[in-house]
Every structure is written in C-alpha cells, then in structure tokens.
C-alpha cells in the first residue's frame, strides 16, 4: 500500500504561482513514477507532469512545458508541483498518483494504482 495526500491548492489570479504538495508514504520502494494530474467539471482527468522516483527524469505534458516544475525531495517522501504564470484554464481539481504497475507507466492515469483526494486550484482572470 502506499498513501498519497496533496495539499497547497487555492485561489490565485492569472499570471501567479502556487505550489502544491504531495507527501508519500507507505511501500514506496515499490514506486516506479509520481505523477500529476488535473480534472475540471465536465473534462476528463488528464496527465500534467510525472517524475520517476529517483527524482533522475522528468515529463511534462505540452500545455505545462516552461510553466510548471515537478521535483521530488527523497529524504521527506514528498513531490511539488511548483506552478508559475497560472491561466484561468488551469483550474481544476488536481491530484497526485503513485505508479507501481509499470517500469514505463508515465501518461496514463490508469498505470497508477494510487491516488490522493485532491486539492483544487482555481486562477482568477
């Protein structure tokens, strides 16, 4: 098992920056990726950023590339999101995910097994 929880989500106007959290725990020797993804009403949940537990890569989806930051601090067990020059399109819920199932598992949601409860960001025009 391996427990997932996010925090740092809030109310920002378009052009700020947040920085979200998500603290691991559990059987994390098990962990092949961390990842990030988003869902806003009506829309399906969809891929934003992962990091392999090594912190050694990194994958972006496009809409994200020179905005947003993934990275991960191995002595707390903890994966950020640092979020910069927010747009009103990026609000919605986001959540974090741990990837056991696949050594390749970065893209799709369903090659993690573990997910947090969300945490919501919402950008202000």
């Known amino acids: 098992q391996v427990q997932v929880v996010e925090s740092g989500g809030g109310l920002v106007q378009a052009g700020g920056s947040l920085r979200l959290s998500c603290a691991v725990s559990?059987?994390?020797?098990?962990?092949?990726?961390m990842g990030w993804f988003r869902q806003a009403p009506g829309k399906e949940r969809e891929f934003v950023a992962a990091?392999?537990?090594?912190?050694?890569?990194?994958y972006y989806a496009d809409f994200v590339k020179g905005r947003f930051t993934i990275s991960r601090v191995n002595a707390k067990n903890t994966v950020y999101l640092q979020m910069n020059s927010l747009k009103p399109e990026d609000t919605a819920a986001y959540y974090c995910?741990?990837?056991?199932?696949?050594?390749?598992?970065?893209?799709?949601?369903?090659?993690?097994?573990?997910w947090g409860q969300g945490t919501q960001v919402t950008v202000s025009s």
């Open positions: 995910a741990a990837n056991i199932r696949s050594p390749d598992g970065r893209y799709w949601s369903t090659e993690y097994a573990y």
């Open positions: 559990g059987r994390t020797s098990s962990t092949y990726t």
């Open positions: 990091i392999t537990w090594n912190g050694a890569t990194t």
